[in-house]
C-alpha cells in the first residue's frame, strides 16, 4: 500500500463555500466603509469643514476598491469579458438609481443611511453569489462598483446640501 491520495490528506476547514466566504467578507466591508462615510456627517462642522468631505469620498472609494479586490481576475475572454462589464455596468447603475431615487430620496435621512448601508451589504453578497452561480466575475465587479458610484454619491450631494 502507497501512501493515501492528496485529496484525503487535505482538511476542510469549513463548509462555507469560497463564494460565500468572498460574499461575507466583501459584504462585512461595504457595511463598514459605507457606515463610516454615512457617520462622518454626523461630526459638527467644526472638526467636519478641514476633512471631511475628503474622508468620505475616501469612504466611497474604499468601498469600490473591495468590489475590485474581491473579485478574482479575468484574463483574455476579451469579447466575453467586454460583455460582461457592459451587463455588470447597467446593472449596477439601475440598481444604484433606483435605491438612491425610490429609496434614499423618499425616505427620512436616517431611514434612507440605513438603507444605502444594507443595500450596499446586499449588492456585494449578491454580486459574489451571482458571480460563483453563473461565472460572470467581471459583470459582478462592476455591478458593485457601479451600484455603489451611483448610489453614494447621489446620496452625498444630497446629504451635503442638507447640512450645509
Known amino acids: 500500500m502507497g501512501p493515501p491520495p492528496r485529496q484525503q490528506l ?9 463564494w460565500g466566504r468572498r ?3 466583501l459584504s462585512l ?3 463598514f466603509f459605507t457606515t ?3 457617520t ?3 461630526v459638527p462642522e467644526s472638526y467636519r469643514a478641514e476633512w ?13 476598491t473591495c468590489a475590485v ?3 478574482s481576475p479575468l484574463i483574455g ?6 460583455y460582461e462589464r457592459t451587463l455588470g455596468t447597467l446593472t449596477g447603475g439601475l440598481l444604484g438609481f433606483m435605491v438612491y431615487d425610490y429609496g434614499v430620496l423618499m425616505l427620512p435621512e436616517t431611514a434612507g443611511g440605513v438603507l444605502m448601508v444594507a443595500a450596499a451589504a446586499a449588492v456585494g453578497f449578491l454580486s459574489c453569489y451571482l458571480s460563483y452561480k453563473f461565472k460572470l466575475d467581471a459583470s459582478m465587479r462592476l455591478f458593485v462598483i457601479t451600484f455603489l458610484i451611483v448610489s453614494t454619491w447621489g446620496s452625498w450631494g444630497v446629504m451635503h446640501e442638507h447640512l450645509v
Open 10 to 18: 487535505l482538511l476542510k476547514v469549513s463548509r462555507v463555500p469560497d
Open 69 to 71: 479586490v474581491a473579485a
Open 77 to 82: 475572454k476579451v469579447a466575453q469579458l467586454s
Open 36 to 38: 463610516l462615510g454615512l
Open 40 to 42: 462622518l456627517w454626523l
Open 23 to 25: 460574499a461575507i467578507r
Open 52 to 64: 471631511g468631505d475628503e474622508v468620505v469620498q475616501s469612504c466611497n472609494w474604499a468601498g469600490a
Open 29 to 31: 466591508a461595504l457595511v
